[in-house]
């Protein structure tokens, strides 16, 4: 492996350390500088219990054995941006450019805004979820930090217009409450401890429809937060959402509601 090979290793490894929250600051700074404070933070860096385990693969250049652990935790619980984040640097390691900026659009759809520079940086500015590609500006207006004065649609403040025409639920909106009316179980535990509210549960419905990367946004506790998820997972394809005529892929913001009778 050359060396500005093992710097940018180096470089990803130490994103995954801090979670993200450090991306923009270390991309921005050269590359010997970088590597040298890399490399103090990762030998500073205690790697103990099962979440660590990718990174101690990765640093022992065992990248197939990470890939691989990354993938098992991804089947476990598919909104990990930890995991995606780490396979994303293994697919990177092994010249895998392509598969890197999946894992890392997958970050960036999860609710990572801070990964967004990494988009912008080393995948020519393209967001991929599935087949779509998204292009830099509608991504960075989709998960960036909204504006004051962003447009919501009638009866729904949370979902933000992002598309000329939004995602629909097939049957439209009164299918929508029908559906979650019948399916959302109030958790036992809620109601145990009297706990009510909103969850807001964001989600990516592709161009061609598909439910991706559900994640709740804002929670309540109480068990409440996995029954969004869970019904959100099991909705049935909803109709794309438009632009210039043609089917985009939308980020769509859903609150769910949880109230005692």
């Excluded at 103990?48 to 652990?69: H, P, Y």
């Excluded at 998204?134 to 004065?149: C, E, L, N, W």
Aim: glycine share 8%.
């Amino acid at each position: 492996m050359n060396n500005s090979a093992k710097i940018f290793r180096a470089g990803s490894l130490f994103l995954f350390g801090i979670f993200f929250l450090t991306a923009q600051n270390i991309f921005s700074q050269n590359a010997a500088a970088t590597d040298s404070v890399i490399r103090s933070v990762l030998e500073s860096q205690t790697l103990t219990g099962e979440k660590d385990k990718g990174v101690s693969l990765i640093k022992q250049d065992k990248l197939n054995e990470a890939g691989q652990f990354y993938n098992e935790e991804i089947k476990k619980n598919e909104a990990d941006m930890k995991a995606f984040f780490g396979r994303g640097v293994v697919h990177w390691a092994q010249n895998d450019q392509a598969s890197a900026c999946r894992d890392w659009s997958a970050v960036v759809a999860l609710g990572d805004t801070a990964t967004l520079k990494l988009l912008d940086k080393n995948c020519h500015g393209n967001m991929v979820v599935e087949d779509d590609t998204i292009p830099s500006k509608k991504y960075h207006q989709m998960f960036g930090k909204p504006k004051a004065d962003t447009k919501t649609t009638p009866g729904n403040s949370a979902a933000m217009v992002f598309a000329e025409e939004m995602p629909q639920f097939p049957g439209g909106e009164k299918e929508l409450f029908a559906y979650l009316s019948k399916n959302v179980k109030y958790p036992a535990n809620a109601k145990e401890k009297k706990i009510q509210g909103r969850v807001y549960v964001s989600f990516i419905v592709s161009s061609k429809g598909k439910v991706l990367f559900p994640h709740v946004e804002r929670g309540i506790g109480g068990g409440c937060d996995e029954e969004a998820l869970r019904v959100t997972r099991a909705m049935p394809p909803w109709k794309a959402g438009r632009q210039g005529g043609k089917p985009v892929p939308v980020k769509y913001t859903l609150p769910l509601s949880f109230k005692m009778k």
